[in-house]
């Protein structure tokens, strides 16, 4: 299987400020990356696709890059609505693995 | 597209887990798509249990692959999760999901299903 590791396991930060969350795959896995980000109580939504593409709908502030086996997911900006927790995944092979999540709270 | 679970929220331990995913808005015939089903243990992160691809092949987890099976029934435009032999551990809300240009597109609302004697 492929270990997605997710750092840092979370993070506080205030509304406007950056934030950037790394992934790393245990092996290469191109740009076949995904981020997801979910609320309490609801499923997760797709932000980024395939390491950068940004999915329909998402704000630009989201910004995803990297390739082979480390990656980033940026929020430039944060506004009230994105304290939330974000996760990667792999869609190299199977198992699909998922990272451990960032939980983005409000400091 | 549109995705929605359903089935039983409470087993005791060693029944079989049954749930059933309704889609609407697509097809689960439609050409290089699949339908996966994850699973959220409380307050822990996502795990992937396996998916069908829109031609009827089924890929599954190796953590469970000797428990699990997916199916689906194209007439009723619906895929299923079986799970057997279940025990507190496999306590978690499930959630459906459907491919587009990421593996998980699009997501059921997650129903909870709960083990306990």
């Known amino acids: 299987d492929i270990q997605m590791t997710q750092s840092p396991s979370s993070l506080s930060a205030s509304v406007g400020d950056t934030v950037t969350i790394t992934c790393r795959a245990s092996q290469a896995i191109s740009s076949h990356l995904n981020w997801y980000q979910q609320k309490p109580g609801e499923a997760p939504k797709v932000l980024i696709f395939s390491a950068s593409s940004l999915q329909t709908g998402v704000p630009s502030r989201f910004r995803g890059s990297g390739s082979g086996t480390y990656f980033t997911l940026s929020i430039s900006g944060l506004q009230p609505e994105d304290f939330a927790t974000y996760y990667c995944?792999?869609?190299?092979?199977?198992?699909?693995?998922f990272g451990g999540g960032t939980k983005v709270d409000i400091k | 597209v549109q995705l929605r679970e359903s089935g039983p929220g409470l087993l005791e331990p060693s029944q079989t887990l049954s749930l059933t995913c309704s889609v609407s808005?697509?097809?689960?015939?439609?050409?290089?798509?699949?339908w996966s089903w994850l699973r959220q243990h409380p307050g822990k992160g996502l795990e992937w249990i396996g998916y069908?691809?829109?031609?009827?092949?089924?890929y599954y987890n190796p953590s469970l692959r000797s428990r699990v099976s997916i199916s689906r029934d194209t007439s009723k435009n619906q895929f299923s999760l079986t799970l057997t032999s279940v025990t507190a551990a496999d306590t978690a809300v499930y959630y459906c999901?459907?491919?587009?240009?990421?593996?998980?597109?699009?997501w059921g609302q997650g129903t909870l299903v709960a083990v306990s004697s």
């Open positions: 995944q792999q869609s190299h092979n199977t198992p699909r693995t």
């Open positions: 808005g697509g097809s689960i015939t439609s050409g290089g798509h699949f």
């Open positions: 069908i691809s829109y031609s009827g092949n089924s």
């Open positions: 999901a459907g491919s587009g240009a990421a593996d998980f597109d699009y």
